[in-house]
Structures are given as structure tokens and as C-alpha cells.
């Protein structure tokens, strides 16, 4: 007989992951290219000595380290096992009735509804306006059992921003008993005009309902080691700690975040080829007949409706893992030069574009 598993399980949505296949290039999972930096893993080999012993529970250094780089302190931050794992956490520390509601927009980053339902809690889903957080609809949508909102900016999977004056005017309409959480994966990669420029740990500063959500895992390379972070008020990251999955983010991790924050120039410097790269993807596509939106992350979304899997999957054979969302579109990521040549070389390609290019248009 097999054990008594919760049976609205059976109605998640399976996670899937980006595709690996030896040999082909992976642009699915927006990673960088490169591997970590020498200091990084010498930083990692040190804390491999060290493996017997249990990590810092409380990541003190490297929260003293985030809190210098970020003009916070320390009781300002929470460290997690990846910053998903820090949205998981939000949804544990914000509801506790399955009548509490968990608002996103959508399509958005594939794991909100995922938490939500593993934390027994309801789903509010507010539909993008083309492919950009519809921020009045969101704020709407709040009611009086909303307990948290996501706004993932840059928008994962479509890779579209919303600017500092707007979100602002967003969360002066959010009740201050609802928090909302700033999904800023792909902060690094905002190039957004100054007076316009979202950071969330600016706007966080004198709201204590926002707390911002950034991780090593994209433009800092560590995507492998698990460990991302929270900015917030003094009260909501106390409350993190209470439900951390004690010792999940491992020494090694811990060490080599500490490293490359240190190293962040060599990184963030990184961010501009990756934009480049990009920039030049999205001409070539849009010249090719393709709607790709303006982008402020390392990926790109290819808007093909009906066409998405047959995409993706002619991509793959052409050597080229993508990520498709069925039946709406597909997310590229911005990879090495050569990578990026071989899939435009696929895509643009006349008898392929003549095929998906106008895809439902
Ligand atoms: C990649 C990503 C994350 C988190 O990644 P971790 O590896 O868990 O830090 C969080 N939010 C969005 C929108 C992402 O795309």
C-alpha cells in the first residue's frame, strides 16, 4: 500500500526544468556562459575543506557583505537556498489560511503557482498587458485576503520592465498590510534611464511592506550553488529566518557568493556583452519577421501562439535548447556569440522564418 500523499498534489504543475542534452547548446535556463571567477573558486575549494562541518545558519558574513554593498544592515537581509527558495519562504510567512490570496501577474516566473499551492494558499493571477505587468490591473486585483503580491521586474519569462515611477505609483496603492515582494533575478541586466531606474532596495528603504528578492545564480554566475537573498524590513526578515530550512544554503555557497560579490566589477562588466549580445539577437530577429519585446534581462520571448512547441523543437534539432511556453511563445537566453550565431542561424534561416516568423499574427 503506499503512503497518504496530499492528493491536491496531484493538481501542481510539474516544475519542468530547462532541458540538458549532451551536446547541444542550452540557451533554456538563463545562466551566463562563463564559468565562476578564479577567485570564486578558490573561495569554493577552501569551503570544500570544511565539509564536515555544518555552514553558518544565519550566513553572517555574507549578509555583513550584502549589507555594505547594499548602504543596509545585516537585519535587513535574508540569505536562501537560491532566491526561490526566499519566495517559497514569503508565501510561509504570509499565509497561513488557504483562503489567503498570493497575487502575480501571468504568464510570469513559473514557480509562483507552484509555492502558492505547496503553501496552501490561493492564487490570483492578473493576464500581462503585451507581455508588460499590467500594474493597475494588479493593484485592482488586491483584496482584503491578498497577503502577498509578487512583481517580477524584469518580467521573467517575457523579459519586459517596468519602470521606477510606475511601480512606485503601484505600491503607493498596495494596502501596507500586503506585502509585496520585488522579484529582481535579472536586476543587473536593467539599463533603464536614470530617473527611471527600479531598485527595488531604494523603494524598499521607507516601505516596510516590500521586500526585494535578488540571487547569485544569473548575472553572478553561481547558478549551481543555491543561494540568493532578501532585502526587507527588520520584521519580515526575522520571520524568513523563523521558517529557513535550517543549513540550506550550503559553506560552499556561502563562500563563493562572499567571493564574487567582492569580484562584482568583473562580473557586472559581463552584463554588457551579455546586452549586446541580446540586442544584436533581437535586430536579427525582428528583421526576420519575428515579435520579440523589448527586453531588459539576458533573454529574449518570441511571441509564436500555436507554433511555440513546433519551434522548439525544430530549435533542438538544430542544436539549440530552448525554453517553449506551449501555445504562447518561446524564452531565449543571450549566450556566448557563437551559441547565439547558431540560433539565429536556425531561426532566420528563410524556409524557418517563412514558417514561424508570422506564427498567428
Ligand atoms: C532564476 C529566477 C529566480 C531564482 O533563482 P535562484 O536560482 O533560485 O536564485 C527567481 N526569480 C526569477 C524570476 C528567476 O528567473
Known amino acids: 500500500m503506499t503512503a497518504h500523499i496530499r492528493p491536491d498534489l496531484d493538481s501542481i504543475p510539474a516544475y519542468v526544468p530547462g532541458r540538458s542534452h549532451p551536446g547541444a547548446v542550452k540557451l533554456a535556463s538563463n545562466e551566463t556562459t562563463i564559468g565562476p571567477l578564479p577567485a570564486a573558486s578558490k573561495a569554493i575549494a577552501e569551503a570544500v575543506e570544511l565539509a564536515n562541518r555544518y555552514p553558518d545558519n544565519q550566513s553572517g558574513e555574507l549578509r555583513a557583505a550584502l549589507a555594505e554593498f547594499l548602504g543596509v544592515e545585516p537585519a535587513n537581509i535574508a540569505v536562501g537556498c537560491g532566491s526561490v527558495a526566499l519566495c517559497q519562504e514569503l508565501v510561509q510567512i504570509t ?13 510570469s516566473f513559473e514557480a509562483y503557482p507552484i509555492i502558492t499551492q505547496v503553501g496552501n494558499a490561493t492564487a ?3 493576464p500581462l498587458r503585451d ?3 499590467d500594474l493597475d490591473a494588479l493593484a485592482a486585483a488586491v483584496t482584503e485576503r491578498t497577503r502577498l503580491v509578487f512583481v ?4 521573467n519569462p517575457t523579459g519586459t520592465a517596468v519602470g521606477r ?5 503601484f505600491l503607493d496603492r498596495v494596502p501596507g498590510n500586503v506585502l509585496i515582494a520585488l522579484d529582481e533575478a535579472y536586476y543587473e541586466y536593467l539599463r533603464m534611464t536614470p530617473g527611471d531606474h527600479p531598485d527595488g532596495v531604494e523603494l524598499a528603504r521607507n516601505r516596510p511592506n516590500v521586500v526585494v528578492l535578488r540571487t547569485f545564480s544569473k548575472a553572478y554566475g553561481l547558478a549551481g550553488l543555491r543561494v540568493g537573498y532578501a532585502v526587507g524590513a527588520p520584521e519580515v526578515i526575522a520571520a524568513l529566518l523563523k521558517v529557513h530550512i535550517p ?3 550550503s559553506r560552499v555557497a556561502q563562500a563563493a557568493a562572499i567571493a564574487s560579490l567582492e569580484a562584482r566589477h568583473e562580473l557586472l562588466d559581463r552584463t554588457e556583452a551579455v546586452i549586446a549580445e541580446r540586442d544584436r539577437m533581437r535586430t536579427a530577429l525582428l528583421a526576420a519577421g519575428y515579435r520579440v519585446p523589448v527586453s531588459e534581462s539576458n533573454f529574449l520571448w518570441i511571441t509564436l501562439d500555436a507554433a511555440t512547441t513546433e519551434f522548439a523543437e ?5 542544436g539549440v535548447l530552448i525554453r517553449p511556453f506551449a501555445g504562447e511563445g ?10 547565439n550565431d547558431l540560433f539565429l542561424r536556425f531561426a532566420t534561416d528563410p524556409a524557418t522564418a517563412a514558417r514561424f516568423a508570422r506564427a498567428g499574427a
Request: proline share 7%; hydrophobic share 45%.
Open 247 to 249: 543549513f540550506s544554503v
Open 314 to 318: 525544430a530549435s533542438a534539432a538544430a
Open 131 to 133: 507581455h508588460v505587468h
Open 152 to 155: 517580477c521586474n524584469p518580467n
Open 124 to 126: 490570483v493571477t492578473v
Open 95 to 107: 499565509c497561513a489560511d488557504p483562503a489567503d490570496e498570493v497575487l502575480y501577474a501571468w504568464r
Open 165 to 169: 515611477v510606475e511601480l512606485e505609483r
Open 330 to 339: 518561446v524564452r531565449v537566453t543571450a549566450g556566448d556569440p557563437h551559441e
